[in-house]
């Protein structure tokens, strides 16, 4: 099983913007990586918002998009920080992970028929 680990950064962030509790960051954290989308999978402006934050911060590997939120990840797999989606890119957001969603269910029911 992957674990994530959360830098003092990343969780005092989720504290402070999402009022989580510490000791869950590790678990939202994990909960991101494996239902969020990763920046290769979005499209349009909400891509452009994305690759902003991305390249603005260095040492980066995964920035994730889950729950209108942007989970930043470095190279060891652990979450450095997190920022709230601006409310002009919620609508797409949602849109964009159901659709993933979506898609990810239809590939699993394929499978299961032959």
Not at 1 to 15: K, P
Not at 48 to 73: M, R
Request: charged share 30%.
């Amino acid at each position: 099983m992957l674990h994530i680990f959360t830098t003092d950064h990343g969780a005092d962030s989720l504290r402070k913007r999402f009022r989580v509790p510490k000791k869950s960051a590790d678990r939202r954290a994990l909960t991101a990586i494996d239902k969020g989308l990763s920046r290769d999978k979005l499209t349009g402006d909400l891509r452009k918002w994305v690759d902003l934050k991305y390249f603005s911060h260095e040492g980066l590997s995964n920035p994730v998009l889950w729950a209108n939120t942007l989970w930043i990840f470095g190279f060891d797999d652990r979450l450095i920080t997190c920022f709230p989606l601006p409310g002009n890119l919620n609508k797409d957001a949602v849109k964009q992970l159901r659709k993933h969603r979506e898609l990810s269910r239809l590939r699993t029911q394929n499978k299961t028929e032959f």
